[in-house]
């Protein structure tokens, strides 16, 4: 056995304990209150950067397969945004140039605005009707945050990732949604 054989094991462990700590320091009011920003919106887009998009895009999926209208910022067939809409952002810090500036582009035209991240005095912070805060390391390394052993803000977007697969689960839920209805959402042309 070779050095990663032999690490694996401890190593998934010790991921996997951040992950749990991450998810449970999520106050469980303000993701319901992002519950509701999402089902009284008649469309919902998610803006991100990098891995952090990858986590908001599976999100966004995963809305879109239970029947709600949910758009990545810069897709070819991104709708205009009104103010019946909501934009969900996810950004760690708070700064992120790109992010922000949709924000407040959002915001100009009247749209709802949800902020995931762990910065609560971040720049986001005026623009914003809903920070949904996951504490946990960014580049800020603010004393409160989480530590990880994971490089860079990975303890981040796995979080925003499962954090959008349990608000999922919980609509599905509440509304009592058979998970086999979920299937005519699914992309069928594979």
């Known amino acids: ?3 990663y054989s032999e690490q694996y094991n401890k190593t998934v462990d010790e991921i996997l304990a951040e992950i749990r700590t991450a998810l449970t320091a999520v106050d469980p009011d303000t993701a319901e209150a992002l519950v509701n920003e999402i089902l009284k ?3 919902v887009f998610f803006i991100g950067v990098g891995r952090v998009m990858l986590s ?3 999100f966004a999926k995963r809305l879109a397969h239970l029947g709600i209208s949910a758009h990545c910022v810069g897709d070819i067939t991104e709708p205009a945004i009104t103010d019946k809409d909501l934009l969900i952002v996810g950004s760690g810090s ?3 140039i790109f ?4 924000v407040k582009k959002a915001k100009s035209l009247n749209a709802r605005v949800a902020h995931i991240g762990s910065n609560p005095e971040s720049l986001m912070a005026e623009y914003e009707d809903l920070f949904v805060r996951v504490p946990v390391r960014t ?3 603010r004393e409160d945050e989480i530590d990880s052993i994971q490089p860079m803000t990975s303890l981040f977007e796995q979080t925003l990732l499962l954090l959008g697969d349990t608000i999922a689960k919980m609509m599905i839920d509440e509304q009592q949604i058979d998970m086999k209805s979920l299937w005519r959402y699914h992309a069928n042309l594979e």
Request: hydrophobic content about 30%; overall charge neutral; cysteine-free.
């Open 56 to 58: 908001l895009s599976a």
């Open 1 to 3: 056995m070779g050095y």
């Open 94 to 96: 708070g700064s992120t």
């Open 139 to 141: 580049k800020e390394y």
């Open 99 to 102: 992010p922000l500036g949709i």
């Open 41 to 43: 919106a008649e469309k």
